[in-house]
């Protein structure tokens, strides 16, 4: 291995109006390593990569190719210089296949008119040199995410690859699939290609990291190799904090059964039973397409119901309207926040407002809105979410992802509920926001609600639940509680494949 | 004046004050300032309080379909079917009176009740129509009502063959076209009542609200316990109703039902919408800006009006200003999302 870096910053910043989004940042990457970048959202490792990937110009500093002091004018140029990054937004066309969206730009030509054939062939080699399964003349909107993403590696190897920077490759995949992507990326080590890697998933980081690169607040903490540290030793890194001020305990009083879900069925998942008592948490883990979310959104109304019986405290909502579900006591936060949670145009208090409003709160008049009640719960509530005074009149586009978050959290506390189901209420949302949500979690477990918590985040239903359901394959593989709940036994039936349940 | 113009930091205090009220009220304070300006210059009639309460009279219709345009709008969708609305509450309304009024001709009154609730009932059928299809069927707005359009327009052209309804009542006319109680014209006092009505709608009640939820995320307002198909119907009806209203005042202005009355009305009350900074992406817009808004718009024609520019180049210019004000529009919430 040569000892010059394929790519190096060397005091890297880049400042906003305003913000200092990147404070001199020494960054290198060695032929054949994986260098991980970790760190909270807003830490700047979008920023970071964003400049190396050509999207981005650095306001000081310089980044140095293979030794050599360079300017990237754009993400083309980028590339032509063998540095090709995967973002987390697509750069698909869904409407194409998926061989012209591979040559995109590069389409082979015979004469004046594109060889479509040449394109097929030439786009079923590179599947078949880097070993993915993909159809070249598939309509690319019919792929999994998880196919899309290989696709958009795929693109990569065009050029003369040498960096290949994947920002939250996995955030979508199943667990088999990363499985191949780990593979494949092992692969790329060999030939001697450097990988940036962003992610938040700590349990990879031991399987593929040679070193580890923390950001905090647009600062590098410290780079270590992975052999050298733990994920106790990360997280103190990332947030400034231990990693058991993150995850509070709840205590337990278990209560009456609250919702009784009794083999309900919707397409693509088996019959599933389960209750949720009054004073738990019901944690849900499994791999994203496991069903885990769409068992919820069938109870509320939001997928097709096609048999089984829900009761709500002795109450059949079976067949009830989500409307009226959630007016019976149900909330469902959905893991969406752009397109299901927040109406991003308006500000904070109105989004607030919503909730309150149709709980008729206050009205003097009926049908009238007690708009002085409602500000005053709005205000109430956005304390209660830790939601700073500033933020609250401001559009909800202009706020970090971890106060969009919080304000969609505020959303639950708008009207009486008995039963909180939270889809993966932290996704995207940085170590401190998390830590706030996770207590209001258990205020109010410990106030007699009954919670749900699906999440693709392990340590966080781990630590969080009292009792544990995993799904796969679309039904329940286990249902742990106690001493039972531990990772290895949570891995273990994540990939159930036999069929048999716990 | 050369120290004002050198001081850059004014200026940019200036620019930056700008920018706020074009974020906070959209483009109709700049659009009604350059119009003051020019037609002021352009004719020396344009600027008298005579003029004004003319045009203030003349608005009255374009306000009350701009009221329900902005519903329709503020929904998320628009409703192109306004004008079909009009004309087929006119020519509805108009052939019940005439036929009732012969039928009763004792009960001059009844017979306009009747015919007036006919003409209504036309009306409320088009906007349950589109609510239907918009919110059950999930047509897109454009095509719905396009669509409906065209039927209300057909219907409306059957029922008549085309020719006007004439010989109404005389006391429908004298009544809802030229009476004045108070001495002030009819038209203007039940656009008062339509302003005053949706204001409290649209800021006071719950109703009003979720109008506002639904068009700004109808998925969000869903999990909300907000009945969104319920307030789509609402939207188009309660449009279809002003429509109607507005067909109403407009057969007694020209006694007769006539159905080519409100041709280009769902033009003039979109842009009117858009330039009083109602979002074309719904879940935005006020009531007093949108009057406003008509007001311009109308305010504008008769500028034009008195600068003697041929009745074509004010469809030309009409057209642009409704493109220029969307693109300004699009501008406002490109900046409203990047939070500049």
Redesign the interface.
Not at chain 1, 339 to 346: I, R, S, T, V
Not at chain 1, 357 to 360: G, I, S, V, Y
């Given at each position: 291995m040569t000892n010059i870096p394929l790519v190096q910053t060397i005091g890297l910043s880049k400042q906003y109006p305003g913000v200092l989004a990147l404070d001199e940042i020494d960054f290198d990457l060695m032929p054949g390593e994986v260098h991980v970048l970790f760190g909270e959202n807003g830490a700047g490792k979008s920023t970071l990569i964003s400049m190396l990937a050509g999207a981005n110009v650095p306001s000081s500093g310089a980044i140095l190719r293979d030794g050599q002091k360079s300017h990237f004018e754009s993400v083309a140029d980028a590339q032509k210089r063998g540095i090709y990054t995967v973002f987390q937004e697509f750069s698909l066309i869904p409407t194409l296949s998926v061989a012209q969206n591979i040559f995109l730009g590069w389409e082979p030509r015979k004469g004046p008119f594109i060889d479509h054939r040449a394109m097929r062939q030439r786009a079923a080699q590179m599947f078949e040199e880097l070993e993915f399964d993909i159809d070249p003349s598939a309509i690319t909107a019919t792929l999994s995410r998880a196919q899309q993403q290989m696709v958009e590696i795929t693109k990569a190897f065009h050029g003369d690859l040498s960096v290949l920077i994947l920002d939250e490759p996995t955030a979508s995949l199943t667990d088999r699939e990363v499985d191949h992507l780990f593979r494949f990326i092992k692969d790329l080590k060999a030939r001697g290609i450097g990988i940036i890697y962003i992610s938040h998933r700590m349990q990879e980081f031991a399987r593929i990291a040679d070193r580890i690169t923390v950001l905090r607040d647009g600062a590098k903490i410290g780079t270590v190799a992975m052999a050298d540290t733990n994920d106790g030793a990360l997280v103190e890194m990332m947030t400034g904090r231990a990693i058991s001020e993150i995850y509070p305990r709840i205590a337990q009083n278990t209560g009456d059964v609250f919702l009784k879900v009794d083999q309900v069925l919707t397409t693509g998942l088996h019959p599933c039973s389960f209750e949720v008592n009054a004073g738990e948490v019901l944690g849900i883990a499994g791999l994203v397409g496991s069903g885990k979310s769409r068992i919820f959104r069938t109870i509320m109304g939001l997928n097709p119901r096609l048999g089984g019986q829900v009761e709500l405290a002795g109450c059949d909502i079976t067949k009830s309207s989500?409307?009226a579900i959630?007016?019976a006591g149900v909330y469902?936060l959905?893991p969406d926040r752009k397109?299901?949670?927040?109406?991003?145009?308006?500000p904070c208090n109105?989004n607030l407002?919503?909730?309150p409003?149709?709980?008729?709160l206050d009205?003097k008049l009926r049908?009238?809105?007690n708009?002085i009640a409602i500000r005053q719960k709005t205000g109430a509530i956005a304390d209660k979410v830790e939601l700073s005074e500033g933020y609250r009149s401001?559009?909800v586009?202009?706020l970090s992802g971890g106060n969009q978050q919080k304000v969609l959290f505020g959303?639950a506390f708008?009207?009486d509920i008995d039963v909180y189901i939270f889809d993966e209420p932290t996704v995207g949302v940085d170590m401190g926001t998390r830590a706030a949500l996770y207590r209001l979690i258990r205020d109010l477990a410990e106030a007699g609600k009954a919670v749900v918590l699906i999440s693709s985040d392990l340590p966080e239903v781990l630590n969080l639940s009292h009792r544990l359901l995993v799904f796969a394959h679309g039904k329940i593989t286990a249902a742990l509680s106690g001493d039972s709940m531990t990772e290895d036994q949570v891995l273990k039936h994540f990939f159930d494949e036999t069929g048999a349940t716990a | 004046m050369s120290a004002e113009t050198t001081n850059t930091s004014t200026n940019n205090a200036a620019f930056y004050r700008t920018k706020r009220v074009f974020v906070r009220v959209g483009v109709l304070p700049f659009f009604l300032a350059i119009a003051l300006i020019v037609f002021t210059a352009l004719s020396s009639k344009f600027l008298t309080g005579q003029n004004l309460m003319n045009v203030a009279r003349q608005s009255v219709y374009l306000v009350l379909v701009s009221l329900g345009q902005m519903l329709a709008l503020i929904s998320g969708g628009f409703d192109l079917s306004v004008g079909t609305a009009i004309a087929l509450t006119s020519v509805v309304s108009a052939t019940g009176m005439v036929w009732l009024s012969a039928v009763f001709p004792d009960a001059i009154w009844l017979a306009i009740t009747i015919g007036a609730l006919m003409g209504i009932g036309a009306a409320l059928l088009i906007g349950l129509v589109n609510g239907v299809g918009v919110a059950y069927f999930e047509v897109s707005p454009f095509i719905m009502t396009l669509g409906v359009s065209s039927v209300g327009a057909g219907l409306a052209l059957f029922l008549t063959g085309g020719v006007p309804v004439s010989d109404l009542p005389f006391a429908f006319g004298d009544t809802f076209g030229f009476g004045r109680l108070w001495g002030i014209p009819v038209p203007v006092i039940v656009a008062t009542f339509c302003i005053i009505i949706m204001w409290v709608f649209m800021s006071r009640t719950r109703l009003g609200t979720q109008v506002y939820a639904v068009g700004g995320n109808i998925k969000a307002a869903h999990l909300s316990a907000i009945n969104t198909r319920k307030t789509l119907m609402l939207a188009y009806m309660i449009c279809a109703l002003i429509a109607s209203l507005t067909g109403l005042l407009l057969t007694a202005r020209v006694e007769s039902g006539e159905a080519n009355l409100g041709g280009t009305i769902a033009l003039e009350s979109i842009a009117a919408c858009v330039i009083a900074g109602v979002s074309l992406r719904g879940g935005i817009g006020r009531v007093e800006n949108v009057v406003l808004g008509a007001f311009f718009i109308v305010l504008v024609q008769n500028g034009m009006n008195l600068a003697q520019v041929s009745s074509y180049m004010q469809m030309v210019l009409l057209g642009m200003l409704l493109i220029l004000a969307v693109i300004f529009d699009q501008l406002r919430y490109r900046m409203i999302m990047s939070g500049r």
């Open positions: 989500t409307r959630i007016e469902y959905s397109h299901e949670g927040l109406d991003l145009a308006k109105d407002a919503v909730n409003m149709m709980a008729r009205e049908g009238f809105v708009w401001k559009l586009s202009q959303k708008g009207q | -």
